[in-house]
């Protein structure tokens, strides 16, 4: 079965930095991307990251702030966020594709989902 499963969630300051992961199983992803869903909001993108030579995107709302990576050897990607607003409140979801990614990214993009972690913003 194809699983992917998010951590790191929490909450706190404005001001601060956290690191989600997320970990993987069942398959490879060629890409592997994050995206959140405030409440009573539209899911939206975040960050993704290709394998070998595949580059990252970065949604204007966070870029800047955020880095994306991942390790493939231990079937991990990571979201390292500085600088949190309470705009980035919000379910942040983990997601891949075995599909090529040759633009910035969106939702539908993506084929698999974890079940999401909940990032709160306290100001």
């Known amino acids: 079965q194809v699983n992917l499963k998010e951590s790191g969630g929490g909450l706190v300051q404005a001001g601060d930095s956290l690191r989600l992961a997320c970990t993987t199983s069942?398959?490879?992803?060629?890409?592997l991307g994050w995206l959140r869903q405030a409440p009573g909001a539209a899911r939206e993108f975040v960050a993704a990251?290709?394998?070998?030579?595949?580059?990252?995107y970065y949604g204007n709302s966070v870029e800047g702030r955020v880095t994306i990576s991942r390790n493939d050897g231990e079937n991990a990607m990571y979201l390292q966020m500085n600088s949190l607003k309470a705009e980035d409140t919000a379910t942040y979801y983990c997601?891949?594709?075995?599909?090529?990614?040759?633009?910035?990214?969106?939702?539908?993009?993506?084929?698999?989902w974890g079940q999401g972690t909940l990032v709160t913003v306290s100001s």
């Open positions: 990251i290709g394998g070998v030579s595949g580059g990252t």
């Open positions: 069942g398959r490879a992803f060629s890409w």
């Open positions: 997601a891949g594709t075995n599909s090529q990614i040759r633009r910035l990214p969106g939702p539908r993009d993506f084929d698999y």
